[in-house]
């Protein structure tokens, strides 16, 4: 798989903002896991969470490129 250099993880301000945009999207699941793991679309809000998160974090990621560019 092959993505631009801005996603890559290379600096201390973005190892952060990853970590604590796993941590905050994990305890978010485990939360919605404890109350709603019997419901019949349970996977699918979870996929579709994770890539909410992990679209955000990509957004973060690029506007910290374009800011480092200015």
Same mark, same amino acid.
Request: glycine content about 4%.
């Given at each position: 798989? &092959?993505?631009? @250099?801005? /996603?890559?993880?290379? =600096?201390?301000?973005?190892? $952060?903002?990853? /970590? %604590?945009?796993?941590? @905050? =999207?994990? =305890?978010?699941? !485990?939360? !919605? #896991?404890?109350? *709603? ?6 996977? !699918?809000? &979870? &996929? !579709? ?9 990509? *957004? %973060?990621? /690029? #506007?910290?490129?374009?800011? $480092? /560019?200015?």
């Amino acid at each position: 798989m &092959v993505w631009p @250099a801005w /996603l890559a993880i290379g =600096t201390p301000l973005k190892l $952060s903002l990853w /970590l %604590a945009n796993r941590l @905050a =999207t994990w =305890t978010g699941l !485990v939360y !919605v #896991w404890g109350r *709603l793991r019997s419901r019949r679309w349970f996977w !699918v809000w &979870v &996929v !579709v969470a994770n890539v909410v998160s992990l679209s955000a974090l990509a *957004l %973060a990621f /690029l #506007w910290l490129h374009r800011l $480092s /560019l200015d």
